[in-house]
């Protein structure tokens, strides 16, 4: 079955605290990506990457780190967590090869809460 | 980069009337155009696309129109249903870098629909 995983689901941490959500996906896409979803602003992205090793800023990547050691993980730092982190997160991934657009898919959400 | 505006932030219907949100991008490049449902506490998922070769697409109760001239595209829901009531997220690509393929997309702050009995 086609998927994207994420870990933790929910997570309550306190300010400082380095964390990671980690990301997977079973479809051999080239292309990942996190959000971040708050009330009233809607889905922003914080980080993608193209393909293994090539990463690049969304439109709110500050206080977040990632990495794309492997085309299946795609996991977000939080290297010092504030509270204005606290939000829910969402990892997707997306075939772009050949230049077509394939359906995004989206992972189940990380619940984070920064304390 | 691709900006994306959608309207309204909340709609509410009853049962059985039609739904219409609207959205509007900002890239003449944009040639995708997908819509996502989110229902409460789920991931957002693909409920229907289009791409900029067509401009008029349906799945049974559900269509989505597309002006490439006035940059816009918009979802019909029709004979709405209690199970529509959900947000709905529209996107339209990002291209980062000139000349470049698209590299993501960029999505609009969604519509929550409420469907009234």
């Known amino acids: 079955e086609a998927q994207v995983t994420q870990n933790p689901r929910y997570l309550i941490t306190v300010t400082g605290k380095k964390l990671t959500v980690t990301c997977s996906q079973n479809m051999n896409h080239e292309y990942m990506s996190w959000y971040r979803q708050d009330p009233g602003l809607g889905l922003r992205q914080i980080y993608y990457s193209m393909n293994v090793e090539v990463t690049d800023k969304g439109d709110v990547p500050e206080g977040y780190k990632v990495s794309r050691k492997e085309k299946r993980n795609f996991p977000l730092i939080l290297e010092s967590p504030s509270p204005n982190q606290t939000s829910l997160y969402f990892c997707?991934?997306?075939?772009?090869?050949?230049?077509?657009?394939?359906?995004?898919?989206f992972g189940p959400g990380t619940r984070l809460t920064v304390l | 980069g691709e900006n994306v505006e959608q309207h309204p932030s909340t709609l509410s219907v009853q049962e059985g009337d039609s739904a219409v949100i609207k959205c509007t991008y900002s890239?003449?490049?944009?040639?995708?155009f997908p819509w996502y449902k989110q229902e409460l506490g789920k991931r957002p998922q693909l409920i229907i696309d289009i791409r900029s070769n067509v401009g008029e697409k349906k799945d049974q109760r559900i269509a989505v129109t597309l002006n490439k001239t006035a940059k816009h595209f918009s979802l019909h829901i029709t004979e709405t249903q209690p199970e529509d009531s959900a947000v709905y997220f529209c996107?339209?690509?990002?291209?980062?870098?000139?000349?470049?393929?698209?590299?993501?997309?960029?999505f609009g702050k969604g519509t929550h629909l409420i469907i009234q009995p």
């Open positions: 890239d003449s490049a944009s040639n995708y």
């Open positions: 997707a991934s997306l075939n772009v090869a050949g230049g077509v657009r394939d359906t995004q898919y």
């Open positions: 996107a339209a690509p990002t291209f980062m870098y000139s000349g470049g393929g698209a590299d993501g997309l960029t």
